[in-house]
């Protein structure tokens, strides 16, 4: 836990992200983890992942912008990635952040730039996937997520298990049929708001699994864990749940065995791809996952 609130606190430090992201090392410490600095690394990587039947969920990376004109842009430039991966033939979805889009700026403002991209993408027949940020935006981001599905009914919404509100915000979404990804969580947050132990965290996420395998539409299992991922397939086959009721979702980078077994297997699979120039939040928190992925990139760097 010690390790994991250091990287989670040198995440959150602006002077040294500015000189990780301007730095020759970049490429090294993104190849593992993020698809590149551009759009057409992103869409290059979507592409060999679906020639492997492989599905794809893009997300340009960047929160918590700053001005209505950054919001602005950030509609714009989802708006392109929509259009190459429709005019691709890609079968891939998009994952946005609201703060990208204005949240802390105007909520108004927000909600008109998601509106846009959300249609947009509904037109194109095309899947957004509304990411959660930390606790502080969880109603603001549920209710937007929720209210993006009821006008465009293509929108899912993003829960983590290890918040302790998590079971009355599942039931919620399966009453309003709204579809789920259920990740864990990897923000610090307090203990009356989080769970504190892997072993709640976990006990948590097959929970609110269970429910969303039982009364969810369509939901994204978004786990690395291999006895979760073990508990999944002996709650669906006990309850006779299909494979195509359900998918498992990864991040980029990560358990490349077991997503090529899951399509060997005939399960659905769908990796989180980032890409982009402010990756150093996102490439952070995941080495405050998973200590592995700190030795993976500690190893093939003194290797390098």
């Given amino acids: 836990m010690a390790l994991r609130s250091l990287l989670l606190y040198l995440s959150r430090r602006k002077r040294l992200r500015r000189w990780m992201e301007t730095s020759p090392v970049a490429e090294q410490l993104t190849t593992r983890f993020i698809a590149g600095l551009t759009l057409d690394d992103g869409l290059a990587v979507c592409a060999r992942l679906e020639r492997e039947g492989i599905l794809v969920s893009m997300d340009r990376l960047g929160e918590s912008v700053t ?155 978004a786990t690395h864990d291999q006895s979760i991922i073990e508990e999944a397939h002996r709650f669906a086959r006990e309850r006779a749940i299909p494979p195509d009721r359900y998918e498992f979702q990864m991040l980029y980078g990560i358990r490349r065995d077991l997503a090529r077994r899951f399509v060997s297997e005939g399960y659905r699979i769908r990796l989180y791809v980032p890409f982009g120039e402010a990756w150093y939040p996102y490439f952070m928190r995941r080495l405050a996952e998973r200590p592995a992925n700190l030795l993976f990139l500690v190893r093939n760097m003194l290797k390098g």
């Fill in 67 to 221: 001005s209505p004109a950054e919001a602005e842009a950030s509609r714009e430039s989802y708006l392109e990635i929509l259009h190459r991966i429709a005019a691709s033939g890609f079968d891939a979805s998009i994952s946005i952040k609201l703060t990208q889009f204005g949240l802390d700026l105007s909520e108004t403002a927000c909600r008109t730039n998601v509106e846009l991209l959300v249609g947009e993408a509904a037109r194109l027949g095309k899947t957004v996937e509304i990411d959660m940020e930390s606790s502080e935006y969880t109603d603001r981001t549920l209710d937007i997520a929720c209210a993006m599905h009821e006008a465009h009914g293509n929108v899912r919404a993003v829960v983590q298990a290890y918040l302790r509100r998590s079971g009355k915000d599942i039931e919620r979404m399966c009453d309003l049929h709204v579809p789920v990804r259920l990740c864990k969580g990897a923000y610090k947050e307090p203990a009356t708001v989080a769970f504190a132990t892997k072993r709640e965290v976990d006990a948590s996420y097959v929970r609110l699994m269970q429910v969303l395998l039982e009364r969810g539409s369509y939901p994204g299992l």
